[in-house]
């Protein structure tokens, strides 16, 4: 797959697989720090702030290559955009259910009604090509939108059911 994509795309390849890579570090760096937030385990805190410092390492380094590459790059910047736009998909979303990667999205960035998706996306829009793209955001809201069309009924719908079904009882027994 790589290979036929390098074939096809040529150099500007690398730009779309060195943003790829910004973006997955960024993304799990902001997740170890939601988690990081989350506990008061002082071994657990340290693990996390420790494995953050590396993933900020990757990140920086992925940003680097991909800024150099997209700078005054036409032609980089649109394939990247697109490929981002198309086929990317949250970290590890590929290794679980839809359902599953939804739930974490939700629970890891959804939960947090702040500032922390526009602050990521913010940070990735300084790619050249991603200006406005608004990626974590949308992933966000497509979770919330398919995991709300995969709940049951609410309760209230369920109420009104179970009163269309009684009233079409008892008016069958009055007409009989
Ligand atoms: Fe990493």
Do not use: K
């Amino acid at each position: 797959m790589n290979q036929v994509a390098r074939r096809l795309v040529g150099d500007d390849f690398f730009a779309v697989h060195m943003t790829w890579g910004a973006v997955n570090e960024l993304t799990t760096l902001r997740f170890y720090g939601v988690i990081r937030s989350r506990t008061r385990n002082e071994l657990l805190r340290t693990l996390l702030r420790d494995v953050m410092a590396q993933e900020a390492v990757h990140y920086s380094f992925y940003r680097n290559v991909a800024i150099r590459r997209l700078t005054g790059n036409r032609r980089g910047q649109c394939i990247t955009r697109w490929a981002m736009e198309h086929l990317w998909s949250i970290v590890g979303s590929g290794l679980r259910s839809r359902a599953d990667s939804d739930r974490l999205v939700l629970d890891l960035l959804g939960a947090d009604e702040g500032s922390l998706v526009p602050r990521i996306d913010a940070q990735l829009e300084r790619i050249p090509g991603l200006t406005d793209l608004g990626l974590l955001q949308r992933t966000v809201d497509r979770a919330r939108d398919s995991s709300i069309s995969r709940q049951p009924p609410r309760f209230e719908e369920r109420r009104r059911a179970t009163s269309a079904t009684f009233a079409a009882a008892s008016a069958a027994r009055l007409s009989s």
